[in-house]
Protein backbone atom coordinates (compact mmCIF):
# COMPACT_ATOMS: atom_id res chain seq x y z
CA UNK A 1 0.00 0.00 0.00
CA UNK A 2 1.61 3.49 -0.93
CA UNK A 3 0.49 6.42 0.83
CA UNK A 4 3.04 8.93 0.18
CA UNK A 5 2.34 11.31 2.84
CA UNK A 6 0.50 9.46 6.28
CA UNK A 7 -0.57 11.90 8.60
CA UNK A 8 -1.02 10.36 12.30
CA UNK A 9 -3.20 12.39 14.95
CA UNK A 10 -5.21 12.15 18.08
CA UNK A 11 -9.60 11.95 17.17
CA UNK A 12 -9.69 15.21 19.25
CA UNK A 13 -7.91 17.34 16.79
CA UNK A 14 -9.77 16.26 13.92
CA UNK A 15 -10.99 19.43 12.66
CA UNK A 16 -7.31 21.00 12.80
CA UNK A 17 -5.75 18.51 11.23
CA UNK A 18 -8.39 18.25 8.04
CA UNK A 19 -7.37 21.89 7.46
CA UNK A 20 -3.06 21.27 7.39
CA UNK A 21 -4.35 18.24 5.14
CA UNK A 22 -5.91 20.73 2.79
CA UNK A 23 -3.22 23.36 2.64
CA UNK A 24 -0.46 20.66 2.49
CA UNK A 25 -2.18 18.97 -0.42
CA UNK A 26 -3.23 22.20 -1.73
CA UNK A 27 0.89 23.44 -2.36
CA UNK A 28 2.57 20.42 -3.05
CA UNK A 29 -0.01 19.09 -5.29
CA UNK A 30 0.50 15.32 -3.42
CA UNK A 31 -2.20 13.66 -1.98
CA UNK A 32 -2.39 12.92 1.84
CA UNK A 33 -3.84 9.65 3.63
CA UNK A 34 -5.46 9.92 7.27
CA UNK A 35 -7.39 7.93 8.82
CA UNK A 36 -11.40 9.79 9.16
CA UNK A 37 -13.53 6.87 10.97
CA UNK A 38 -11.72 4.29 13.47
CA UNK A 39 -8.89 6.71 15.05
CA UNK A 40 -8.39 5.28 18.50
CA UNK A 41 -10.46 2.20 17.92
CA UNK A 42 -7.57 -0.36 18.00
CA UNK A 43 -9.63 -3.43 15.86
CA UNK A 44 -7.41 -5.47 13.90
CA UNK A 45 -8.35 -3.98 10.52
CA UNK A 46 -7.84 -0.60 11.75
CA UNK A 47 -4.51 -1.89 12.88
CA UNK A 48 -3.09 -3.35 9.92
CA UNK A 49 -4.04 -0.58 7.68
CA UNK A 50 -2.10 1.63 10.21
CA UNK A 51 0.97 -0.77 9.96
CA UNK A 52 0.75 -0.91 5.78
CA UNK A 53 0.01 3.04 5.77
CA UNK A 54 3.63 3.67 7.69
CA UNK A 55 5.43 1.09 6.07
CA UNK A 56 4.31 2.26 2.11
CA UNK A 57 4.74 5.83 3.09
CA UNK A 58 7.56 8.33 2.19
CA UNK A 59 6.70 10.80 4.89
CA UNK A 60 4.57 10.61 8.55
CA UNK A 61 3.55 13.37 9.89
CA UNK A 62 2.85 12.85 13.64
CA UNK A 63 0.26 15.76 14.58
CA UNK A 64 1.44 16.64 18.31
CA UNK A 65 -0.98 17.49 20.69
CA UNK A 66 -1.59 17.67 24.55
CA UNK A 67 -3.70 14.70 23.40
CA UNK A 68 -1.72 12.73 21.09
CA UNK A 69 1.03 12.75 23.54
CA UNK A 70 -0.49 10.42 26.05
CA UNK A 71 -2.50 8.19 23.06
CA UNK A 72 -1.53 5.30 23.50
CA UNK A 73 -2.30 4.15 19.63
CA UNK A 74 -0.65 7.24 18.35
CA UNK A 75 2.37 7.06 20.22
CA UNK A 76 2.37 3.33 18.86
CA UNK A 77 2.05 4.82 15.45
CA UNK A 78 4.89 7.18 16.12
CA UNK A 79 7.31 4.79 17.45
CA UNK A 80 6.61 2.12 14.15
CA UNK A 81 7.25 4.85 12.17
CA UNK A 82 10.58 6.12 13.70
CA UNK A 83 11.90 2.79 13.61
CA UNK A 84 11.11 1.92 9.85
CA UNK A 85 13.00 5.57 9.20
CA UNK A 86 16.09 4.07 11.12
CA UNK A 87 16.48 1.43 8.77
CA UNK A 88 15.14 3.21 5.58
CA UNK A 89 16.64 6.52 4.63
CA UNK A 90 14.32 7.46 2.28
CA UNK A 91 11.36 8.12 5.22
CA UNK A 92 11.34 10.89 7.40
CA UNK A 93 9.53 11.40 10.25
CA UNK A 94 8.15 14.82 11.11
CA UNK A 95 6.19 16.15 14.72
CA UNK A 96 3.64 18.61 13.61
CA UNK A 97 3.63 21.19 16.84
CA UNK A 98 -0.55 22.13 16.12
CA UNK A 99 -0.81 25.19 18.50
CA UNK A 100 2.59 25.61 20.70
CA UNK A 101 1.45 23.03 23.10
CA UNK A 102 4.37 21.77 25.85
CA UNK A 103 5.52 18.59 25.80
CA UNK A 104 5.52 15.82 28.48
CA UNK A 105 8.38 15.38 29.77
CA UNK A 106 7.89 11.43 28.82
CA UNK A 107 7.42 12.58 24.84
CA UNK A 108 10.32 14.72 25.43
CA UNK A 109 12.84 12.61 26.64
CA UNK A 110 11.69 9.87 23.76
CA UNK A 111 11.28 12.51 20.94
CA UNK A 112 12.94 15.52 21.97
CA UNK A 113 12.79 18.68 19.16
CA UNK A 114 13.90 15.69 16.23
CA UNK A 115 12.18 17.43 13.39
CA UNK A 116 10.39 19.60 15.25
CA UNK A 117 8.08 22.14 13.12
CA UNK A 118 5.71 24.97 14.66
CA UNK A 119 2.72 25.04 12.07
CA UNK A 120 1.57 28.23 13.48
CA UNK A 121 5.43 29.41 12.47
CA UNK A 122 5.16 30.63 8.60
CA UNK A 123 8.88 30.45 7.70
CA UNK A 124 8.91 26.75 9.86
CA UNK A 125 5.49 25.62 7.73
CA UNK A 126 6.98 27.10 4.66
CA UNK A 127 10.23 24.69 5.06
CA UNK A 128 8.17 21.64 5.45
CA UNK A 129 6.46 21.66 2.53
CA UNK A 130 9.66 22.42 0.97
CA UNK A 131 11.11 19.57 2.20
CA UNK A 132 7.93 17.22 1.32
CA UNK A 133 8.66 18.51 -2.43
CA UNK A 134 11.97 17.56 -2.30
CA UNK A 135 11.50 14.28 -0.39
CA UNK A 136 8.69 13.18 -2.26
CA UNK A 137 10.04 14.22 -5.99
CA UNK A 138 13.17 11.50 -6.09
CA UNK A 139 14.15 11.17 -9.69
CA UNK A 140 16.42 8.14 -10.45
CA UNK A 141 19.02 8.07 -13.22
CA UNK A 142 19.19 5.13 -15.34
CA UNK A 143 22.26 3.29 -15.21
CA UNK A 144 22.98 3.66 -19.25
CA UNK A 145 22.50 7.72 -18.73
CA UNK A 146 26.15 7.11 -15.88
CA UNK A 147 29.79 7.71 -17.87
CA UNK A 148 31.66 4.79 -16.78
CA UNK A 149 35.28 5.34 -14.97
CA UNK A 150 38.30 5.23 -17.39
CA UNK A 151 40.46 2.63 -16.61
CA UNK A 152 43.16 4.34 -14.47
CA UNK A 153 45.27 1.64 -14.06
CA UNK A 154 46.00 1.29 -17.67
CA UNK A 155 46.39 4.78 -17.92
CA UNK A 156 49.04 5.00 -15.67
CA UNK A 157 50.81 1.65 -17.25
CA UNK A 158 50.77 3.15 -20.65
CA UNK A 159 52.13 6.18 -19.31
CA UNK A 160 54.93 4.79 -17.32
CA UNK A 161 55.99 2.54 -20.56
CA UNK A 162 55.97 5.77 -22.66
CA UNK A 163 57.47 7.76 -20.44
CA UNK A 164 61.63 9.05 -19.96
CA UNK A 165 63.78 8.18 -17.37
CA UNK A 166 63.73 11.89 -15.87
CA UNK A 167 60.01 12.20 -15.80
CA UNK A 168 59.76 9.02 -14.31
CA UNK A 169 61.81 9.93 -11.10
CA UNK A 170 60.35 13.58 -10.97
CA UNK A 171 56.87 12.08 -10.88
CA UNK A 172 58.15 9.78 -7.98
CA UNK A 173 59.43 12.99 -6.29
CA UNK A 174 56.41 15.05 -6.71
CA UNK A 175 54.63 11.73 -5.25
CA UNK A 176 56.81 11.26 -2.08
CA UNK A 177 56.50 15.31 -1.52
CA UNK A 178 52.86 15.01 -2.01
CA UNK A 179 52.74 12.06 0.49
CA UNK A 180 54.40 13.66 2.70
CA UNK A 181 52.57 16.69 2.74
CA UNK A 182 49.68 15.54 2.81
CA UNK A 183 50.95 13.46 6.19
CA UNK A 184 52.05 16.73 7.82
CA UNK A 185 48.47 18.22 7.20
CA UNK A 186 46.70 15.11 8.75
CA UNK A 187 48.92 15.24 11.90
CA UNK A 188 49.37 18.93 12.26
CA UNK A 189 47.70 21.34 14.93
CA UNK A 190 45.16 23.48 12.93
CA UNK A 191 45.22 26.98 13.54
CA UNK A 192 42.71 29.22 15.52
CA UNK A 193 41.42 30.42 12.32
CA UNK A 194 41.41 27.17 10.90
CA UNK A 195 39.11 25.84 13.71
CA UNK A 196 36.93 28.62 13.86
CA UNK A 197 36.32 28.03 9.84
CA UNK A 198 35.18 24.28 10.95
CA UNK A 199 32.84 26.11 12.94
CA UNK A 200 31.21 28.39 10.76
CA UNK A 201 31.12 25.63 8.65
CA UNK A 202 29.31 23.50 10.95
CA UNK A 203 27.18 26.16 11.30
CA UNK A 204 26.40 26.49 7.27
CA UNK A 205 25.32 22.78 6.76
CA UNK A 206 23.03 23.22 10.04
CA UNK A 207 21.27 26.28 9.11
CA UNK A 208 21.80 25.68 5.28
CA UNK A 209 22.91 29.37 4.71
CA UNK A 210 25.83 30.59 2.98
CA UNK A 211 25.85 28.71 0.30
CA UNK A 212 25.48 25.08 1.99
CA UNK A 213 22.63 22.63 1.93
CA UNK A 214 20.87 22.17 5.09
CA UNK A 215 22.11 18.90 6.76
CA UNK A 216 22.60 18.21 10.34
CA UNK A 217 24.70 14.64 9.64
CA UNK A 218 27.45 17.36 7.84
CA UNK A 219 27.12 20.15 10.37
CA UNK A 220 27.63 17.02 13.20
CA UNK A 221 30.74 16.28 11.43
CA UNK A 222 32.44 19.84 11.39
CA UNK A 223 30.82 20.89 14.67
CA UNK A 224 32.62 17.13 16.23
CA UNK A 225 36.16 18.73 14.57
CA UNK A 226 35.55 21.95 15.74
CA UNK A 227 35.13 20.55 19.74
CA UNK A 228 38.24 17.80 19.61
CA UNK A 229 40.14 20.67 19.28
CA UNK A 230 38.57 22.54 21.98
CA UNK A 231 36.40 24.96 20.56
CA UNK A 232 33.58 25.60 23.22
CA UNK A 233 30.97 27.21 20.82
CA UNK A 234 31.52 23.78 18.75
CA UNK A 235 31.47 21.78 22.54
CA UNK A 236 27.75 23.21 23.20
CA UNK A 237 26.21 22.91 19.52
CA UNK A 238 27.48 19.54 19.39
CA UNK A 239 26.10 18.79 23.06
CA UNK A 240 22.44 20.31 21.35
CA UNK A 241 22.98 17.59 18.78
CA UNK A 242 23.01 14.74 20.60
CA UNK A 243 20.56 16.09 23.86
CA UNK A 244 17.68 17.08 20.57
CA UNK A 245 19.05 14.32 17.91
CA UNK A 246 19.73 16.70 15.30
CA UNK A 247 22.17 14.15 12.82
CA UNK A 248 22.98 11.99 15.48
CA UNK A 249 20.84 9.74 18.08
CA UNK A 250 19.61 11.42 20.75
CA UNK A 251 22.08 10.63 23.98
CA UNK A 252 21.95 12.89 26.58
CA UNK A 253 25.12 11.22 28.50
CA UNK A 254 26.88 12.13 25.38
CA UNK A 255 25.61 15.36 25.45
CA UNK A 256 26.48 16.33 29.27
CA UNK A 257 29.98 15.53 28.27
CA UNK A 258 30.40 18.07 25.75
CA UNK A 259 28.15 20.50 27.89
CA UNK A 260 30.29 20.07 30.67
CA UNK A 261 33.40 20.41 28.71
CA UNK A 262 31.88 24.08 26.57
CA UNK A 263 31.05 24.97 30.25
CA UNK A 264 34.52 24.51 31.96
CA UNK A 265 35.68 26.81 29.48
CA UNK A 266 33.08 29.79 30.59
CA UNK A 267 30.52 29.19 27.72
CA UNK A 268 27.67 30.39 29.45
CA UNK A 269 24.87 28.91 27.68
CA UNK A 270 26.39 25.31 28.72
CA UNK A 271 27.10 26.12 31.94
CA UNK A 272 23.40 27.48 32.09
CA UNK A 273 22.30 23.67 30.26
CA UNK A 274 24.37 21.89 32.51
CA UNK A 275 22.98 23.11 35.12
CA UNK A 276 19.29 22.01 33.97
CA UNK A 277 20.47 18.88 33.37
CA UNK A 278 21.93 18.60 37.00
CA UNK A 279 18.37 20.23 38.14
CA UNK A 280 16.37 17.40 35.99
CA UNK A 281 19.10 14.56 36.26
CA UNK A 282 19.08 13.92 32.91
CA UNK A 283 22.52 12.72 31.87
CA UNK A 284 23.62 13.26 35.26
CA UNK A 285 22.83 12.06 38.72
CA UNK A 286 20.31 14.99 40.00
CA UNK A 287 21.87 17.70 42.36
CA UNK A 288 20.52 20.67 42.83
CA UNK A 289 22.91 21.83 44.61
CA UNK A 290 25.81 21.90 41.59
CA UNK A 291 22.51 22.83 39.35
CA UNK A 292 22.75 25.93 41.22
CA UNK A 293 26.50 26.39 41.10
CA UNK A 294 26.48 26.29 37.33
CA UNK A 295 23.37 28.68 37.05
CA UNK A 296 25.67 30.77 39.29
CA UNK A 297 28.75 30.83 36.85
CA UNK A 298 26.05 31.44 33.75
CA UNK A 299 24.36 34.08 35.44
CA UNK A 300 27.35 36.20 36.46
CA UNK A 301 28.52 35.86 32.72
CA UNK A 302 25.07 37.83 32.37
CA UNK A 303 22.88 34.66 30.63
CA UNK A 304 19.47 35.63 31.41
CA UNK A 305 17.86 32.22 31.50
CA UNK A 306 20.29 31.29 34.43
CA UNK A 307 19.75 34.68 36.36
CA UNK A 308 15.66 33.80 36.35
CA UNK A 309 16.21 29.73 37.32
CA UNK A 310 19.10 30.64 39.70
CA UNK A 311 16.43 33.54 41.11
CA UNK A 312 14.00 30.19 41.65
CA UNK A 313 16.26 28.10 43.37
CA UNK A 314 17.05 31.03 45.62
CA UNK A 315 13.10 31.89 46.19
CA UNK A 316 12.37 28.32 46.64
CA UNK A 317 15.71 27.49 49.07
CA UNK A 318 17.00 24.89 46.21
CA UNK A 319 20.53 24.03 46.41
CA UNK A 320 20.71 26.98 48.11
CA UNK A 321 19.68 28.54 51.44
CA UNK A 322 16.72 30.40 50.48
CA UNK A 323 17.19 34.11 50.13
CA UNK A 324 14.20 36.17 48.64
CA UNK A 325 16.49 39.51 48.14
CA UNK A 326 18.63 37.61 45.85
CA UNK A 327 15.81 35.98 43.95
CA UNK A 328 14.84 39.65 43.36
CA UNK A 329 18.04 40.73 42.28
CA UNK A 330 18.05 38.08 40.01
CA UNK A 331 15.15 38.46 38.19
CA UNK A 332 15.76 42.38 37.90
CA UNK A 333 18.79 41.37 35.96
CA UNK A 334 17.17 38.88 33.64
CA UNK A 335 13.65 40.51 32.99
CA UNK A 336 15.96 43.81 32.07
CA UNK A 337 17.32 41.71 29.53
CA UNK A 338 13.35 40.42 28.25
CA UNK A 339 13.32 37.01 29.81
CA UNK A 340 9.37 36.30 30.20
CA UNK A 341 9.85 33.94 32.34
CA UNK A 342 11.62 36.58 34.94
CA UNK A 343 9.55 39.27 34.18
CA UNK A 344 6.47 37.29 35.62
CA UNK A 345 7.95 36.11 38.60
CA UNK A 346 9.44 39.58 39.36
CA UNK A 347 6.08 40.73 38.71
CA UNK A 348 4.99 38.49 41.38
CA UNK A 349 7.46 39.54 43.98
CA UNK A 350 5.65 42.83 43.64
CA UNK A 351 2.13 41.66 43.99
CA UNK A 352 2.67 39.78 47.13
CA UNK A 353 5.28 41.73 48.42
CA UNK A 354 8.12 39.35 48.26
CA UNK A 355 11.62 41.00 49.60
CA UNK A 356 10.31 44.43 47.94
CA UNK A 357 7.33 46.90 48.94
CA UNK A 358 3.87 45.57 47.80
CA UNK A 359 3.15 47.50 44.76
CA UNK A 360 0.60 46.62 42.41
CA UNK A 361 1.69 49.38 39.59
CA UNK A 362 5.12 47.45 39.59
CA UNK A 363 3.58 43.96 39.61
CA UNK A 364 1.48 44.79 36.28
CA UNK A 365 4.52 46.74 34.81
CA UNK A 366 6.40 43.33 34.59
CA UNK A 367 3.23 41.15 33.79
CA UNK A 368 2.51 43.68 30.95
CA UNK A 369 6.19 42.85 29.97
CA UNK A 370 5.69 38.96 29.63
CA UNK A 371 2.11 38.99 28.25
CA UNK A 372 3.58 41.03 25.48
CA UNK A 373 5.76 37.71 24.65
CA UNK A 374 2.50 35.70 24.77
CA UNK A 375 3.89 34.30 28.14
CA UNK A 376 0.44 32.39 29.40
CA UNK A 377 1.56 32.58 32.80
CA UNK A 378 1.90 36.57 32.85
CA UNK A 379 -1.54 36.92 30.58
CA UNK A 380 -3.18 35.17 33.84
CA UNK A 381 -1.62 36.91 36.26
CA UNK A 382 -2.73 41.11 34.70
CA UNK A 383 -5.99 39.37 34.18
CA UNK A 384 -6.12 38.47 38.05
CA UNK A 385 -5.06 42.16 38.05
CA UNK A 386 -7.89 43.16 35.65
CA UNK A 387 -10.40 41.98 37.07
CA UNK A 388 -9.70 42.94 41.03
CA UNK A 389 -8.76 46.40 40.04
CA UNK A 390 -5.25 45.79 41.66
CA UNK A 391 -2.59 48.33 39.74
CA UNK A 392 -5.12 49.10 37.05
CA UNK A 393 -8.76 49.90 37.02
CA UNK A 394 -10.60 47.59 37.11
CA UNK A 395 -12.00 45.85 33.79
CA UNK A 396 -13.99 43.16 33.23
CA UNK A 397 -13.34 42.94 30.00
CA UNK A 398 -9.89 43.01 29.23
CA UNK A 399 -9.43 40.01 32.33
CA UNK A 400 -11.69 37.81 30.24
CA UNK A 401 -9.62 38.88 27.25
CA UNK A 402 -6.15 37.78 29.16
CA UNK A 403 -7.39 34.39 30.78
CA UNK A 404 -8.86 33.52 26.71
CA UNK A 405 -5.20 34.07 25.46
CA UNK A 406 -3.46 32.00 28.71
CA UNK A 407 -6.74 29.39 28.29
CA UNK A 408 -5.78 28.95 24.65
CA UNK A 409 -2.10 28.02 25.10
CA UNK A 410 -3.76 25.26 27.75
CA UNK A 411 -2.86 27.17 31.14
CA UNK A 412 -4.89 25.59 33.31
CA UNK A 413 -5.10 28.33 35.74
CA UNK A 414 -6.60 30.84 33.19
CA UNK A 415 -8.64 28.11 32.17
CA UNK A 416 -10.23 28.03 35.47
CA UNK A 417 -10.35 31.91 35.57
CA UNK A 418 -12.06 32.20 32.60
CA UNK A 419 -14.62 29.70 33.68
CA UNK A 420 -15.44 31.47 36.77
CA UNK A 421 -15.88 34.78 34.53
CA UNK A 422 -18.42 32.51 32.85
CA UNK A 423 -19.87 31.36 36.20
CA UNK A 424 -20.85 34.98 37.41
CA UNK A 425 -21.03 36.28 34.33
CA UNK A 426 -18.07 38.96 35.08
CA UNK A 427 -17.18 40.73 31.73
CA UNK A 428 -19.37 38.08 29.63
CA UNK A 429 -22.82 36.83 29.67
CA UNK A 430 -23.79 34.45 32.64
CA UNK A 431 -22.98 30.52 30.91
CA UNK A 432 -22.84 27.99 33.01
CA UNK A 433 -22.06 25.57 29.83
CA UNK A 434 -19.20 27.52 28.65
CA UNK A 435 -17.86 27.77 32.80
CA UNK A 436 -18.19 23.85 33.03
CA UNK A 437 -16.15 23.83 29.80
CA UNK A 438 -13.84 25.77 31.02
CA UNK A 439 -13.13 24.50 33.79
CA UNK A 440 -13.08 20.42 32.58
CA UNK A 441 -9.88 21.66 30.53
CA UNK A 442 -8.23 22.70 33.74
CA UNK A 443 -9.72 19.98 35.76
CA UNK A 444 -7.79 17.17 33.15
CA UNK A 445 -4.88 19.01 33.44
CA UNK A 446 -4.92 17.99 37.01
CA UNK A 447 -5.01 21.39 38.09
CA UNK A 448 -7.14 21.09 41.71
CA UNK A 449 -8.91 24.78 41.33
CA UNK A 450 -10.34 23.53 38.09
CA UNK A 451 -11.51 20.05 39.85
CA UNK A 452 -13.18 21.73 42.35
CA UNK A 453 -15.09 23.74 40.31
CA UNK A 454 -15.67 21.39 37.58
CA UNK A 455 -17.50 19.39 41.13
CA UNK A 456 -19.56 22.86 41.93
CA UNK A 457 -21.33 21.82 38.43
CA UNK A 458 -21.97 18.71 38.71
CA UNK A 459 -23.09 18.70 42.65
CA UNK A 460 -25.91 21.60 41.27
CA UNK A 461 -26.22 20.33 37.91
CA UNK A 462 -24.82 23.92 36.67
CA UNK A 463 -23.77 23.70 32.71
CA UNK A 464 -23.61 19.81 33.17
CA UNK A 465 -26.27 17.04 34.14
CA UNK A 466 -26.38 16.64 37.63
CA UNK A 467 -23.75 13.74 39.40
CA UNK A 468 -23.35 13.95 42.93
CA UNK A 469 -21.18 11.07 42.86
CA UNK A 470 -18.72 12.51 40.12
CA UNK A 471 -19.09 15.67 42.22
CA UNK A 472 -17.67 13.58 45.30
CA UNK A 473 -15.01 12.30 43.27
CA UNK A 474 -13.80 15.46 42.08
CA UNK A 475 -13.85 17.41 45.78
CA UNK A 476 -11.57 14.25 46.95
CA UNK A 477 -9.07 14.94 43.92
CA UNK A 478 -9.03 18.38 44.88
CA UNK A 479 -8.66 18.18 48.75
CA UNK A 480 -6.06 15.48 47.94
CA UNK A 481 -3.74 17.88 46.02
CA UNK A 482 -4.46 20.02 49.31
CA UNK A 483 -6.62 22.88 48.30
CA UNK A 484 -7.73 24.20 51.62
CA UNK A 485 -11.37 25.10 50.07
CA UNK A 486 -11.62 21.74 48.71
CA UNK A 487 -11.04 20.06 51.99
CA UNK A 488 -13.21 22.39 54.40
CA UNK A 489 -16.32 21.95 51.90
CA UNK A 490 -15.49 17.95 51.35
CA UNK A 491 -15.27 18.30 55.47
CA UNK A 492 -18.89 19.72 55.24
CA UNK A 493 -20.27 17.42 53.16
CA UNK A 494 -18.90 14.72 54.94
CA UNK A 495 -20.48 16.17 58.47
CA UNK A 496 -23.71 16.72 57.40
CA UNK A 497 -23.96 13.50 55.29
CA UNK A 498 -25.58 15.27 52.11
CA UNK A 499 -24.56 13.63 49.29
CA UNK A 500 -22.60 10.97 51.00
CA UNK A 501 -22.57 8.59 54.18
CA UNK A 502 -22.24 10.65 57.02
CA UNK A 503 -18.99 10.74 58.71
CA UNK A 504 -17.88 12.77 61.60
CA UNK A 505 -13.95 11.64 61.81
CA UNK A 506 -14.05 11.67 57.86
CA UNK A 507 -14.92 15.67 58.58
CA UNK A 508 -12.49 16.05 61.62
CA UNK A 509 -9.99 14.64 59.48
CA UNK A 510 -10.47 17.18 56.39
CA UNK A 511 -10.96 20.63 58.72
CA UNK A 512 -7.84 19.35 60.48
CA UNK A 513 -5.67 19.64 57.30
CA UNK A 514 -7.32 22.75 56.45
CA UNK A 515 -6.78 24.23 59.40
CA UNK A 516 -3.63 23.56 59.98
CA UNK A 517 -2.69 25.55 56.78
CA UNK A 518 -4.66 28.55 58.57
CA UNK A 519 -8.24 28.39 57.16
CA UNK A 520 -10.18 29.96 60.26
CA UNK A 521 -13.85 28.64 59.18
CA UNK A 522 -12.28 24.54 59.24
CA UNK A 523 -10.49 25.71 62.31
CA UNK A 524 -13.73 26.97 64.19
CA UNK A 525 -15.70 23.61 63.10
CA UNK A 526 -12.52 21.81 64.35
CA UNK A 527 -12.71 23.18 67.38
CA UNK A 528 -16.68 22.86 67.90
CA UNK A 529 -16.08 18.79 67.14
CA UNK A 530 -13.70 18.84 70.02
CA UNK A 531 -16.03 20.80 71.69
CA UNK A 532 -19.19 18.16 71.02
CA UNK A 533 -17.02 14.80 70.38
CA UNK A 534 -18.08 14.89 67.13
CA UNK A 535 -15.38 11.95 65.39
CA UNK A 536 -13.05 12.97 67.43
CA UNK A 537 -13.00 12.82 71.82
CA UNK A 538 -14.13 15.41 73.79
CA UNK A 539 -11.23 17.86 74.60
CA UNK A 540 -11.65 21.56 75.69
CA UNK A 541 -7.96 22.74 75.86
CA UNK A 542 -7.85 21.32 71.95
CA UNK A 543 -11.43 23.14 71.33
CA UNK A 544 -9.92 26.27 73.09
CA UNK A 545 -6.76 26.44 70.94
CA UNK A 546 -8.88 26.43 67.68
CA UNK A 547 -11.03 28.99 68.53
CA UNK A 548 -7.99 30.72 69.84
CA UNK A 549 -6.57 30.37 66.07
CA UNK A 550 -10.16 31.26 64.36
CA UNK A 551 -10.40 34.30 66.51
CA UNK A 552 -7.04 35.78 65.71
CA UNK A 553 -8.00 35.53 62.10
CA UNK A 554 -11.02 37.57 63.43
CA UNK A 555 -13.59 35.35 63.48
CA UNK A 556 -16.25 36.34 65.11
CA UNK A 557 -17.87 33.36 66.51
CA UNK A 558 -14.34 31.94 67.42
CA UNK A 559 -13.80 34.82 69.92
CA UNK A 560 -17.44 34.22 71.20
CA UNK A 561 -16.19 30.49 72.13
CA UNK A 562 -12.80 31.61 73.72
CA UNK A 563 -14.84 34.11 76.40
CA UNK A 564 -17.47 31.32 77.38
CA UNK A 565 -14.91 28.58 77.80
CA UNK A 566 -12.39 31.04 79.73
CA UNK A 567 -14.99 32.21 81.88
CA UNK A 568 -15.83 28.61 82.45
CA UNK A 569 -12.61 27.73 83.31
CA UNK A 570 -11.74 30.53 86.07
Not at 109 to 124: A, N, R
Not at 416 to 441: H, I, Q, T
Request: with cysteine; hydrophobic share 35%; glycine share 8%.
Amino acid sequence: MTRDIFISYSRWNLDKVKAIKEDIEKATGVDCWMDLNAIESGSSQFTQDIVDGINGCRVFLFMLSKESQVSEFALRELNLAVKKAKTDKQKHVVIVNLDGCEMTDEFYLMYGLSDLIMWKDKPQRDKLIRDLMRWLDVQIKSENSVPKSPNISQRIKRFWISSPAYIKWTSIFILLITICASLWYAFRQPTPEEIEGYYQLAEDYFYGQNGKPENEEEAVKWYLKAAKYGYADAQNELGDCFYFGFGVPENVFEAVKWYKKSAEQGNSNAQYILGSCYYGGKGVEKDVEKAAQWWRKAADAGNAEAQNNLGISYENGEGVEQNLTEAVNLYQKSAEQGNKSAQNHLGLCYYHGLSVIQDYKGAVKWFYRAAEQDYAPAQNNLGICYENGEGVEQNYHEAVRLYRKAADQDYAAAQCNLGSCYKYGDGVPLDYYEAAMWFRKAADQGYANGQYYLAWCYENGKGLPKDEAKAVALYKKAADQGLVKAQFYLGDIYYKGVIVEQDYAKAVELWEMAAEKGDENSQYYLAWCYIHGSGVSKNEVEALKWFKKAADQGNERSKEMVEKLEEKNQ
